[in-house]
């Protein structure tokens, strides 16, 4: 897939996955990488922009093994922040749909 | 690669970065390695799986260095996030640096101009004492009128300069939407 697609869609799934319950960085990395192949060390730098951007807020919990892992908690400016996306994201596809629906018309 | 080389990669590669940040950063690939070494995987599937160190060091240096240039006003900074933002691709190259450097260069230029014009004056009144082309009353008043020139020149570039600070600042956030395929 093109990478350009990939960066704007990874943000609403890793904003999507974390409405359930705070996940720590390794577990979306891995739920991410096994929907699609990607650089998995690019969920990062998106984690840590949309922390800065005030969507994420992070606290550090002990786990019964290894050192204490990172949590990512989805704030309220968050969940706005990803309605606005999803709505944005389905717009965008009902239209490439029709396109493609259209011109594949017999 | 193992989990040291990569670290070490990444850790060169973020060498400009305040060491407080870094460390942050770094800490998340860490954790990333101890991870992936609790599932079972091993160092080298787990650095291939993370990606290219350049590129994960270009991603989180972009929304860095532009956020430093705005926060602390220095041209270096600059120039910093300019170069970060460029390193995204070859589309960056031509629509960022080309115009950077041309406004950069014209701007220059004009400072030196109204610099010359500031060493014209004084020049007048060397002038007056030694070689006298000019009389000690004309050299005066060409002097002031130079200086007056060079003066308003200054003030009119210096508000060029900061237009062009906000204006690079500006272009290169809208780039970086642009780039990271984000349409907000």
Redesign the interface.
Known sequence: MNI?????VL?ICVLVLTTRGDR???EL?VMI?EKFE?????V??????LT?EGYFSTYLKEST???P??YYHLTPEGWGHMRMLIA?WNSFTKAVNEIVEDGLRP | MTKQSYMNELDRLLRNVSEEQRKEWLYDYYLHFEQAAQNGRSEEEAALELGDPRQIAGELLLGYRVEQAESSKNYRGLSRAVFATVSLGLFNLIFIIGPYVALAAVLLSLWAVAAAIAVAGLATIVDSFWVETFTKPQALSLALICWALSILLAIGLKFLTSKFYAMTLKYLKFNTRVVRGNSK
């Open positions: 350009q697609f990939k960066k704007g943000e720590y960085g390794y990395a990488s990607l650089a998995v060390g690019s990062y730098p998106l984690l840590n922009r800065q093994e290894g050192p892992r990172k944005e």
